[in-house]
């Protein structure tokens, strides 16, 4: 039977950390400032399963509890758009956005940060055209954490891609399958 988004639901709290122990056992834990902003005004605008999900990430990502393989440092995590003179355009390239509506969960290795959107949807915002590209979207956090996690892990030579790749069809995630700019376009 396929894997379905319905059965990712509670992925950060029930999963995730048996995820990274078994595949990063060794890589370096995650540290923030206590001075990063505080994520619960985002968690407001955010579905209730979105807001558990982006909660007990924050926990994790807070305290020191998640491997450094995800990209997580202290200038992409909960990184501050405005402070930093950057933009943020929604995908149709002329909506502008703010830091109220996006909340920046870690970075991609090149620049690019993934964001949570105030509808609970996961995506790239790309730094070069300051945009959230539309083919870089996930249903939602717990399907971007499964997804990433396997992704890193592939990338790492800890799990084959033949072990997850029709999982990764079956979930049908853009940010996934795009072309050119999905997961698993840059792991051929």
Known sequence: MSLTVEQLAGYVDRELDGDLARWFPDEPWVGIPESTRPVDPFLARLPAGAATALAGFD???RSGTLP?????YDWSYAFEFEANDCRILDSDYETELS????????ADGGGNYYVVLANGRVAVWFHEEEVIEADTQFDNLDVFLWSIV?????????LELAAVEADFRALGQ?????????LLASLS
């Open 174 to 182: 853009p940010g996934v399958l795009a072309p050119e700019v999905g």
């Open 99 to 106: 830091d109220e509506d996006v909340w920046s969960i870690g």
């Open 150 to 158: 396997r992704y890193h892990a592939v990338r790492a030579g800890v």
């Open 68 to 72: 450094q393989c995800l990209d997580i």
């Open 59 to 61: 926990r994790r990502v």
